[in-house]
């Protein structure tokens, strides 16, 4: 089974604070994805990643960026948190259209507070 | 712009079946995936629909109609621990996917 790995549950930064979020994934899969989930909204696409250094703004980027420096390894940065940034952040990772059957894998997620 | 509709509740006895509705409308298309999550976990995926007609997997069902632009996920012999959020998701093409809001499925004895 594919795995996905968030580094943190739960964090809790402040205002201003530049955050990581990391993601790692054992499959080898090409794609990507980083999604926020807040109630009542879904998940919004933020970023995602096709190939190493590959990547390309989802529907929300503003604020974010990301970093693909190995195809396992998928990193999102909140480059000056603000409290509109408090949120779940979910990653998920997927073998692409030859593997749509088998939909996406998501990790645990990670629930940011921006105080 | 691009939708997905679904009821955002849905309630049901322990042992009957419910069907949980997704309409979509999107400038692409190339299927209608189903995903579970319960309370604090991650989203896991259920069904994939790229044609139309009824997909079966165990006690979950997953049915297309491409020309209405509606599918919608059955899941029978209802248990307790089926109360989660139902996402309904499709893929409009390359990398893409947009996800409903999700429908919280309320599961009583």
């Known amino acids: 089974d594919v795995k996905v790995t968030q580094s943190s549950r739960y964090l809790v930064k402040r205002t201003g604070e530049k955050v990581f979020l990391e993601c790692v994934q054992d499959m080898d899969h090409e794609n990507m994805f980083w999604y926020r989930q807040d109630p009542g909204l879904g998940l919004r696409l933020i970023y995602f990643?096709?190939?190493?250094?590959?990547?390309e703004k989802g529907d929300i980027p503003e604020g974010y960026s990301v970093s693909r420096e190995k195809k396992e390894r998928f990193s999102l940065i909140l480059e000056s948190a603000s409290t509109n940034q408090t949120s779940m952040y979910l990653c998920a990772s997927w073998p692409g259209q030859q593997g749509k059957k088998y939909g996406y894998t998501f990790g645990s997620g990670t629930r940011l507070t921006v105080v | 712009g691009q939708s997905l509709e679904q009821p955002s509740e849905v309630t049901a006895v322990e042992g009957a079946i419910v069907q949980i509705n997704c309409t979509y409308q999107?400038?692409?298309?190339?299927?209608l995936s189903w995903y579970q999550q319960h309370d604090g976990g991650a989203p896991t995926f259920l069904s994939y629909n790229g044609l139309d007609g009824l997909e079966e997997t165990g006690r979950f069902s997953s049915f297309l109609s491409r020309s209405d632009s509606y599918g919608y996920l059955l899941l029978q012999e209802l248990q307790m621990k089926d109360s989660a959020s139902y996402f309904c998701a499709v893929n409009t093409g390359g990398f893409k996917t947009i996800f409903g809001a999700g429908t919280r499925l309320f599961v009583k004895a």
């Open positions: 990643s096709y190939d190493v250094k590959m990547k």
């Open positions: 999107t400038s692409g298309f190339y299927g």
